[in-house]
């Protein structure tokens, strides 16, 4: 037929499907299938953690998983008889992006997951990891209070706003015993009834807060 | 790891105008004395987004928005000797022509929240659930605004039978969102608060309080519901505002 043979006595490779369903059609291939299908088996048993027949995990630490949770707690799509933003506003959903920027806002974040996931289960007594959380969010605050740049950044405000969700909607605390965005006690008996770092947000939140509430505050449009 | 940051052009509670949160804060502004922004400042405060604008709820949030510091002047017109008789009159007419647009607006959110078309929106119960809110919160507004205007009225019976009306109207919506409790829920309880103001007769206050205790057990639970009198409601504020005081009838 005058056509050249190429390839002749040299080692040939086979290509072999991952299709372990496949039905055996009673050719010369079905040995090499039962083979195949043997070494395959024994793969799945060693597989290594990024395989390519499977999707990887996406990687995730303690920041990410803090993350994933917040943006849980705040999902539109849960039904409005839960849902965060439907009840106290949109801007929650611009929140996630800006956890880990600031201190006061992944804490107060931090108190916010832990009530709303106790409110969500019916709990009937807030628990103690809620409260310590929201305590160390009130710390949090008020280091970011007493900064002066920091005091009037967004985040500050926001993570305001999240303490005062937890607050009266979650918490229902006491409202003579909390200090909200708009106010601060001045009243030293008050003060003489609450605590330590609750006096201090009282004093510091009508003197800062205000003027940051009455202050445009700066866009901020970099990615971080 | 984060994500871009969206340009906040405005703060968090402007990202809110049209939501309750952003109302409670001018709630707040109405029933706390230490609170003194001007028009201009609750204005930047309730400034609402692009999509919002022109719409009837930011219309009636507008008008909410200009209460507390209506109040205010009206309050210091009528506490401060030899102020001349044009100033509350000026401010009379404003506070009537807020209240007329508010009251109009009203009308719209009553006949939007009777017209949702079922069959063709894809999520009907959703917005229910907004309209809904939003008459409600038109209902309180608009008995806060013939509340400050009581006292400087000649036709102030006329402002206490429409509120006495509109104060049933708010109980009566109390049925409409139970699907939606706890936290869906939540504002009816600063909308009972206003209408309990409203209300004239023994009878609609008691039915106002025990609505107002139930839905406060929603989101009071995590604290039991021995500490409900301790919380401190909105009814002990406005009861304490000597502007609501004539009307109320304390």
């Known amino acids: ?224 | 790891m984060r994500g871009p940051i969206v340009s906040l052009s405005s703060s968090p509670i402007q990202k809110s105008s049209t939501n309750v949160p952003n109302q409670s804060k001018i709630f707040e502004g109405l029933s706390n004395p230490q609170i003194n922004f001007t028009d201009q400042e609750w204005e930047d405060l309730i400034e609402p987004p692009k999509a919002a604008r022109g719409t009837p709820d930011q219309t009636m949030v507008y008008c909410f928005g200009r209460a507390p510091y209506l109040m205010s002047r009206l309050k210091a017109a009528r506490n401060t000797p030899n102020t001349p008789p044009s100033t509350i009159r000026n401010l009379t007419v404003e506070g009537h022509a807020l209240r007329n647009t508010a009251r109009s607006t009203l009308e719209i959110l009553h006949t939007r929240l009777l017209n949702i078309d079922q069959e063709t929106v894809k999520h009907p119960h959703i917005l229910h659930a907004h309209y809904t809110r939003m008459y409600t919160l038109g209902l309180a507004i608009v008995i806060i605004l013939n509340c400050i205007l009581d006292e400087f009225s000649d036709n102030f019976w006329e402002l206490r039978d429409e509120s006495a009306a509109f104060a049933q109207d708010i109980a009566d919506m109390a049925d409409e969102i139970e699907p939606y409790r706890p936290l869906g829920s939540a504002w009816i309880i600063m909308c009972l608060s206003i209408a309990w103001m409203g209300a004239r007769d023994r009878r609609s206050r008691s039915r106002i309080e025990e609505l107002y205790l139930d839905f406060l057990c929603d989101i009071s639970r995590l604290c039991g519901n021995a500490n409900l009198i301790a919380t401190g409601s909105p009814f002990d504020l406005l009861k304490k505002n000597d502007m609501f005081q004539r009307f109320i009838g304390a």
């Open chain 1, 1 to 224: 037929m005058n056509i050249p043979c190429i390839g002749l006595g040299q080692r040939r490779f086979k290509w072999v499907t991952n299709d372990q369903n496949r039905p055996s059609d009673g050719n010369d291939d079905q040995d090499d299938y039962r083979v195949n299908r043997a070494w395959l088996s024994t793969r799945h048993r060693s597989r290594p953690l990024f395989s390519s027949d499977h999707p990887s995990r996406t990687l995730s630490n303690d920041f990410t998983i803090f993350l994933g949770a917040f943006a849980a707690t705040i999902s539109p799509t849960t039904h409005i008889k839960y849902q965060l933003p439907w009840n106290f506003g949109d801007y929650l959903q611009e929140i996630p992006c800006r956890l880990g920027s600031s201190k006061a806002l992944d804490a107060a974040s931090d108190a916010l997951i832990a009530a709303y996931s106790r409110f969500c289960c019916n709990h009937t007594e807030l628990g103690l990891e809620p409260v310590k959380k929201y305590t160390a969010a009130l710390r949090e605050l008020k280091i970011s209070l007493d900064d002066p740049v920091k005091a009037h950044s967004s985040e500050t405000l926001a993570a305001i706003n999240l303490l005062q969700i937890y607050q009266v909607r979650l918490a229902s605390l006491p409202s003579s015993r909390y200090p909200t965005s708009l106010t601060g006690s001045s009243s030293s008996a008050e003060h003489k009834t609450l605590p330590v770092t609750q006096q201090a947000l009282h004093k510091s939140s009508r003197a800062v807060v205000v003027p940051a509430l009455r202050t445009p505050l700066k866009a901020k449009s970099s990615c971080q």
